[in-house]
């Protein structure tokens, strides 16, 4: 059973209460058939096992860390598309090795110490680190995505529309994680993101996340 069905059919119990308690507070259904009819749901939802799903993925999320507290989130499917289409930052998504990924000034002290401790700790092995320049990312985010001429139709319009918005998705999603650091796992389309910009917390996280 996956999330969507799990949607449709907590839209669909919720529906039927609202429908009960409308008609309960109307005076239409009396308190204890408006009691039988909620154990009903209850019991048919039960039975289809959405309890034990709702469960199951309340578990596996509480145990799925990949470093100390840290979770992986999924790296959004608009932005893996604003990046092909775009064919922005594709280097950070479609890599054979996990990602290291920040965003850094000319004076900036954690770029130095990570890089150094790249060198120093042979992390290259598992990881690609592809930091960027503010200069560089922000003449990249400014780039133009758009239509180059007027568009003939609605559906190139839309396309035109997706697009844009895709790659305003991708720039905002980097941004974000530039301001501390993010490790991206394009193998399994994940990512871990730094709390905070601090150096030693990010060396630890990197040598937890070697065999991630």
């Not at 909620?38 to 048919?44: G, K």
């Amino acid at each position: 059973m996956n999330k969507e069905i799990l949607k449709e059919v907590g839209c669909y119990a919720g529906c039927i209460v609202f429908i009960a308690a409308s008609a309960y507070f109307s005076g239409i259904l009396q308190e204890s058939s408006f009691q039988n009819l909620s154990n009903v749901i209850v019991n048919n939802i039960k039975s289809t096992g959405i309890e034990q799903y709702i469960n199951q993925e309340r578990s596996s999320r509480k145990k799925v860390t990949v470093y100390k507290n840290y979770r992986p989130r999924i790296i959004p499917s608009n932005v893996i598309r604003g990046s092909e289409s775009s064919g922005a930052w594709k280097n950070l998504f479609s890599s054979n090795k996990k990602v290291v990924f920040y965003l850094y000034n000319s004076r900036d002290e954690f770029h130095s110490a990570i890089y150094g401790y790249f060198s120093k700790n042979q992390l290259y092995k598992n990881y690609n680190l592809q930091p960027y320049s503010l200069d560089a990312f922000n003449n990249m985010r400014t780039g133009t995505i758009g239509p180059s001429k007027i568009c003939n139709s609605i559906e190139e319009c839309n396309s035109v529309r997706e697009k844009a918005s895709n790659y305003t998705l991708l720039t905002n999603f980097l941004s974000n994680c530039g301001k501390t650091m993010c490790v991206f796992n394009p193998a399994k389309n994940e990512y871990v993101q730094l709390r905070k910009r601090n150096v030693t917390e990010a060396e630890h996280m990197l040598n937890g996340l070697r065999n991630w």
